[in-house]
């Protein structure tokens, strides 16, 4: 129906090659679930999703920006061509390729309510960046220092917010659920509202 919460849906995983250095671009890529560097590629995926089926919709091999990391082959080719694009495209920032894929998607006339990610995804920028297509972000958020939202007229990162609020105590799912302001206008061109919500693990 059209009251379904359907979204698009961005991860990428490790793609090893065991003939890596016969491989176009393939490269020594950090796997974070293993903490380790893997030979090969990241495979960014991103999918369709209304909870109950999930459609893979594009994906794109990424490589490494680092020349120092990159240990397959290269090529020169026309910048022109899409086979050039896809080359720049595996050398971008995992953060830049969502927002390419998104537009694709949504140029080729497809639709959703929500983009959900992870938090290797999740800063304020793309967050902005999403929202100004007019789609709503779900995705965890980093618990870094660096990263900062306005809350309550003050710049503070997630333990700041979390240690400022009262918790919820008993045996509620959620222990914080406020709302604040994403994203610093001299920095992303824009702000948006957004609610950080902290859910109890069970």
Known sequence: SDQRADCFVFDDSPYSRTGYKKTELAAKVFDHVSMTYKKGFRMMTMGWTDGSSFVPIASSLLSSKNDQNVIGTTKKINKRTIAAKRRIMARSKGT???????DQALKAGLTAKYVMFDTWFSNPHQIVQISQRGLNVIAMVKKSSKITYEFEGKRMNVKQIFNA???????????????????????????????IVCVRNR
């Open 96 to 102: 830049d390729v969502v927002i390419q894929l998104l």
């Open 165 to 195: 609020c009262k918790k919820r105590r008993g045996r509620s799912r959620y222990l914080l659920s406020v709302p604040v302001k994403v994203g610093d206008p001299a920095k992303d061109g824009a702000q948006i509202d957004a609610r």
